[in-house]
Each structure stands twice: as C-alpha cells, then as structure tokens.
C-alpha cells in the first residue's frame, strides 16, 4: 500500500498591489520589470538570466532556513531548483514537513522500547516537488505542488511564493484546477453517494421554531444529509434534477425552492477517494489528482524527480490547452 | 467533380474562419455566423427591393470596374500574406522559446484564414461580375404585353437584383473582415520590426 502521491494543480495570475481595477500583468513584463538591472535594456535582456534572478531570489527569500507557518507546526525550506527557460518552467523539490512538537522514535515491531526522539525545533521532512509555469507571453501560470496522502506543505509552498510576489508589489491569485480527462475518468470510475443540502441565513422565526436555543443564533447553519445509497453519476442527474431538488416539504428550513439552499453532491471513486460538487456551481467538479505509484523512487516513497517532471510535463501540456494558451497544432 | 477546382472547399474554409480565433479554435456560434453573413445581406436585399432600386447596365459597368480592381488586389496580397509568415517561421531559427513557436503557430493560423478571406472575396467578386453581367442582357428578354411574360420578366429582375445586392452586401461584410485582419497584421510587422 504505502504512501500515495498526490498532485495540486492551481492556475495564477499576478497583478500590482493596492491598485483599483489593476489588470493581470503579462509574466513577461513582470519578470523584466523586476529583473532587469538600471543599465540594462529590459527588452533586450536574456530571457535565461532573468529567471535565474528570479529563482536567485526566491532561494534567497528562505535565508537558508526553514520558513515556517504561523503556529510553528509545519516548515519548508528549498530543495534544488531548475528551470527551463525556453519553456517558462521551473520546478524542483522543496523539503518540508512536521516540527513544533516533540517526537518519539519507536521501531514498528517494538513499541516499548523508545530508540530516539526528535525535538520541537527539528524538522521532520520530506520532499515536495513543486513546478511552477510562468508564460512571458500570458497572464495565466501554473503552478503544481505534490503531496502526500497525509501529509502536504502546500499551503505553506503557496504562502511563500505569494510574500515573494509581495515584495516585489505584487499580489498573486490562484484557483484551483483539475484537467478535464482526469475529472471525466473519476467521474466514469465513481458513484455519488451524498447529497447535502446547506441552509443558512434563517430567519429569527425559523430559528426559534426549529429551537428556542437558535433564535439569537444569527450564523445558525442546517446541514441535512442525505446517504445510504449509491448511483452512478449519470443516472443520479438524470433522475435527481427532474422538478425539484427535494420533495419534502421543508418549509419550516425555509427551504421551499432550490435557490434557498446549497446543495452538494459528493461523489467516491473505486478506491474511496472523494470529490464534492455544488449543483448551483455548473456541477464543477475538482477531484483530488492521485499520482501513479510508478513515479515514486525506487525503494522509497518520495517521487522521482525525473519521472515526476516528466509526468507533470504532459498535465501541464493538457492545462495550457485547455485554459486556451497553446494553439491548435498545425499540419 | 473535377478536384482542380477548389471552391466548395475555399467557401467553407472562408466561412469557418469567420467563427475561429487565431489559437485556431472556434469560438462563434453558428447563429451568430449566419445572422451576420447571411441574414443580414438577405434584409438589406429585401429592403432594396422593396424600395425598387435596380442595378441598370451603366451602373452594373461601374461597379464591374471596381469589384475588378479589388478582385486583382486580392490575388497580389495572397502572395503578401504567404512571404509574411515566411518572415515569421524564420523567427524560429534563432528563437526556440516557447511564446516564439506558440506565435508562429498563431500566426500561421491567422494568414490561413486570411488567405482563406481572401480567396473567398476573389470567389464573391467574380460571382458579381457575373451577375452584373447579366444586367445587359434585360434587353433580350421579350417585350411583349402578355401578361405572364411580363410576370416572369419582373421575377427574373427581381431575382437577378436579389442576387446582386445579397452576394455585393456578403462581399462588402467580407472586405471588412479582410480589412481587419489586415489591419491586425500590418500592427504585428511593425512589432515585428521593433523586436
């Protein structure tokens, strides 16, 4: 079984800080704006020595520590880091993982007998492979951080890409993507087994029929759930959207028309990895992207970084079509 | 059919690039397409005719002269288009960068378009000379007082009027379009020549 690799895929745009209406910037313009010496022509400039500075500053923005979270519990600091000029890649590992408490060691088959312990102010950490896609031509990049089942740094990754950004008075916003094959391989692959129906904003009457306890409660939020049942996806929407979203009479939820409620869908695939959609949001599913066990290095749980790149290289090839920036290919 | 003649083929070739962007993708609606290309020149022909306006031989002469001389700047400014995405593919041999082929690549796909505009133009033009030319044969038709030959006089005018205004409007909504992408690629060569 072991440890399963997992992949975050964003797509993001940076644009200047504390300007109203600000436009996305063109990565181009970013990067020799900011890059470029005083005596040296920005349009001019190499391409390959620009992204080296950018790299340079990022590896700099650690001071060769480990960059932690706010409540001290996760830190990351860099690996190595390549980059690809002619393609607008960089990517490589960031080491990253557990810290801010006390860790015993134990061998797995004795677990009496104590064999170390790691301190509050070591790290435990593994590594992350990380890739970010910056256009020079566009204003929409990729950026993909790796995980592990139970264990990511992405938010921390994430945090520290987008200071970096803000020293250089820039703001960064990303959204996270899924490419379409995947999303359609899940959704063939997976049954919806929950729907939930979210309600909030009752009203004080609502709130005090449903219990006296809720009427001063104005963030009062009803969940209901609906499982014990599995269907395919296609049958579910055939059927599940026909009139109504729900029969019952549910008045009293202020619940009378589908409009009045979120309604989440939650969908599990063979193996019990579980995605949810919301019905009112075009049913836009965003499953969580599980890396093949083949791209791990051998006799370990950490990725290759070759067989990783690669791998990564052909999803960010079917991104950048699918978000419109490659064109059609030619005869 | 004889394969050497191309222009079912330039015609749908013209039309759907009419609905593409220059990532070579389609991104207008068929709708939209025919509302513009054929729905349009068929109002402007109806009102036309609805106001009795004919075209007469003189002014058929004028208006052959003129479709004529667009029609042989078409066929000179084919050849503009195919050196000016040479111009670009040789950006390759120094450039590997991925913005440069990505370019390319866009750039080949808007000249194929535009040649496409193009040839269809030059197809529309001598559609209309053609159907200008028949303006001078209204004096063949038999003058007689008969009614019904007089019926089927009046539905060949209209017919021939019809025809006229829809493929002139479709040509002049097609010189617009070739106007505009021209207009995008004398901007590009100047950026060109910037680099």
Not at chain 1, 171 to 183: A, F, N, Q
Request: include cysteine; charged fraction near 30%; glycine fraction near 4%.
């Amino acid at each position: 079984m072991g440890h399963q690799l997992k992949l975050d895929i964003y797509c993001f745009s940076i644009r200047v800080r504390r300007e109203r209406d600000a436009e996305h910037r063109i990565f181009g313009d970013f990067f020799r704006e900011n890059y470029s010496r005083d005596d040296e022509n920005p349009l001019q400039i190499n391409k390959e020595v620009l992204i080296k500075r950018f790299i340079g500053g990022f590896i700099d923005s650690f001071h060769e520590q480990f960059v932690l979270n706010r409540e001290e519990t996760k830190g990351i600091a860099t690996g190595f880091l390549k980059s690809y000029p002619s393609k607008n890649i960089i990517d490589g590992l960031i080491n990253g993982g557990l810290t801010g408490i006390d860790q015993d060691v134990y061998d797995r088959k004795n677990s009496i007998q104590r064999e170390d312990i790691i301190e509050k102010d070591k790290i435990t950490a593994l590594p992350y492979y990380f890739k970010i896609w910056t256009p020079f031509d566009g204003t929409v990049g990729v950026l993909m951080i790796q995980s592990y089942t139970n264990m990511g740094v992405n938010t921390l990754i994430f945090q520290q890409l987008a200071k970096y950004f803000v020293d250089k008075n820039h703001t960064i916003e990303k959204y996270k993507y899924v490419p379409e094959d995947y999303k359609e391989r899940f959704i063939k692959k997976s049954v919806i087994y929950k729907v939930s129906l979210i309600k909030q904003g009752l009203s004080n009457k609502a709130r005090e029929n449903l219990n006296p306890v809720f009427t001063e409660k104005e963030n009062l939020k009803v969940r209901i759930e609906i499982t014990g049942f599995e269907e395919t996806p296609e049958r579910f929407w055939k059927l599940f959207r026909k009139k109504k979203i729900i029969n019952s009479d549910l008045t009293a939820l202020e619940m009378e028309d589908d409009d009045d409620f979120e309604t989440i869908a939650t969908y599990k695939d063979e193996f019990g990895h579980q995605s949810s959609v919301r019905i009112s949001k075009d049913k836009n599913i965003l499953p969580t992207y599980f890396l093949d066990n083949s791209l791990k290095k051998e006799g370990v749980e950490y990725p290759d970084y070759n067989l990783i790149r690669k791998h990564t290289n052909s999803i960010l090839k079917k991104v950048k079509k699918e978000i419109g920036y490659t064109p059609e290919d030619v005869d | 059919m004889w394969t050497k003649i191309k222009i079912f083929e330039i015609r749908k070739d013209a039309l759907e690039s009419l609905r593409k962007d220059y990532n070579g993708r389609i991104v207008k609606n068929k709708r939209i397409v025919f509302s513009y290309y054929y729905m349009f020149p068929f109002i402007i022909s109806i009102t036309f005719l609805s106001i009795g306006v004919s075209i007469n031989s003189d002014i058929a002469n004028y208006f052959i002269t003129g479709i004529s001389i667009f029609a042989g700047l078409f066929f000179n400014l084919l050849l503009v288009v195919a050196d000016k995405l040479n111009v670009r593919k040789r950006l390759l041999d120094s450039d590997s960068n991925e913005e440069t082929k990505n370019y390319v690549i866009r750039y080949r796909h808007f000249s194929e378009q535009l040649i496409s505009q193009i040839s269809y133009g030059i197809v529309i033009s001598i559609g209309l000379i053609i159907l200008m030319f028949f303006t001078h044969f209204k004096s063949l038709l038999p003058q007689t007082d008969m009614c019904y030959v007089k019926i089927i006089n009046k539905i060949l005018e209209y017919t021939l009027n019809g025809l006229i205004f829809f493929n002139g409007t479709q040509f002049i909504i097609m010189l617009f379009v070739i106007l505009s992408s021209m207009y995008v690629m004398l901007l590009d060569d100047l950026k060109i020549k910037n680099k």
